[in-house]
């Protein structure tokens, strides 16, 4: 197909979540991708591509054709996307994927003044903590650490009377040797918090944003927010990994951008059954909600009778669906989760139909 032929394709898709599969002139699948709205994600590739997307512009260049599936709601796009790729392993998802977005956070304990660092790629020397997908935020994250731990912004020693972020308070100057101790200790806690044994430095600056707050300095609060939010974010596959292994039964209701509501039960972040209610129309009546409620129950009596084996790892493959679910859970904010607790669950799963779906505050 030409260009303009793909393009016209790509306008009649529908405005829904899927999955898009960009083929060769042999039918070989050379890319893989997902969207929450097919239609408007496919237009992109054939419409006017920035300059420095060279790589975006010879997948285009490859593609003769393409299919795509639709899927329930958003979480299935993504779920299925990540599945495709490792099973057909397509060319381009491959070389997308070395794109400079996928950064590491480094520490170099043999370096003349270790601290946190953003790298590219992992070198010989130093412990690398990644990849992060976040290319613009992984430099707050960074400097949020080197700050709460006073890491020296520079790369070889200087005196402390010639060094202005020591006499800041910026740095705790162990250029000198009655600090070494208490340096390296430092950067053993700054490890520490990386491998997602330590989350003292997300408590002081809560208690920072609190502080500026109080005296209304919004401009500091505003900042102490960012170093949150991406602190919070560099633990989050440890943290996603262990909700998995718990197995904790939960129950996760979706919206669907067709109609109707999407019911999950999950085990962790494994998802044993899954039921689409089409026929359900919003905002929810009372009594189709009572309805719906009983049979929420009573699928998950069912279906959480049956114990899931405990285990001590994920394997390699389950962990990227782990992250996807786990993510999706618990930050989107039309979507909603709850631990599965047969006594007390049918009146907080009342109370949450309404806010989400019926958008009752």
Do not use: W
């Not at 509501?261 to 189709?288: A, H, N, V, W």
């Amino acid at each position: 197909m030409t260009i303009e032929e793909l393009r016209q394709q790509a306008k009649v898709l529908p405005s829904l979540p899927g999955v898009y599969m960009m083929k060769d002139r042999l039918g070989n699948i050379i890319y893989v991708g997902k969207s929450k709205e097919l239609k408007k994600r496919v237009k992109t590739y054939f419409g006017k591509v920035p300059k420095e997307s060279s790589k975006i512009k010879r997948l285009v260049a490859h593609i003769d054709h393409f299919d795509y599936t639709v899927t329930d709601t958003e979480l299935d796009a993504l779920l299925l996307e990540c599945r495709l790729i490792k099973k057909l392993k397509p060319i381009y998802n491959t070389l997308l994927k070395n794109d400079k977005r996928y950064r590491f956070i480094k520490i170099n304990k043999n370096a003349e003044l270790p601290r946190a660092e953003v790298a590219y790629e992992k070198g010989e020397e130093g412990e690398y903590f990644g990849p992060y997908d976040m290319p613009y935020l992984l430099s707050i994250g960074v400097e949020a650490i080197n700050e709460y731990y006073q890491l020296p912004e520079c790369k070889t020693k200087v005196p402390r009377k010639d060094c202005l972020s020591f006499r800041m308070n910026r740095c705790m100057g162990p250029c000198e040797d009655d600090a070494l101790l208490e340096y390296r200790g430092k950067i053993e806690s700054a490890v520490s918090f990386l491998e997602g044994k330590d989350i003292a430095i997300i408590n002081h600056y809560e208690k920072k944003m609190s502080s500026a707050s109080d005296k209304y300095d919004f401009e500091k609060a505003a900042n102490y927010r960012d170093y949150i939010t991406v602190l919070k974010m560099l633990g989050f596959k440890k943290e996603a990994i262990q909700f998995s292994l718990e197995n904790q039964k939960g129950i996760m209701l979706l919206k669907m951008p067709k109609g109707g509501i999407k019911l999950y039960l999950l085990s962790g972040t494994q998802i044993i059954y899954m039921r689409c209610f089409e026929e359900i129309s919003l905002p929810l009546q009372k009594d189709k909600q009572r309805e719906l409620i009983r049979h929420i129950l009573d699928l998950a009596r069912l279906y959480f009778q049956k114990e899931v084996e405990s285990r001590k790892y994920l394997a390699k493959a389950e962990v990227d669906e782990a992250l996807i679910t786990y993510y999706y859970l618990k930050t989107k904010s039309d979507s909603y989760y709850e631990r599965f607790n047969d006594v007390f669950f049918e009146e907080t799963l009342q109370r949450e139909i309404g806010r989400i779906f019926n958008g009752d505050l």
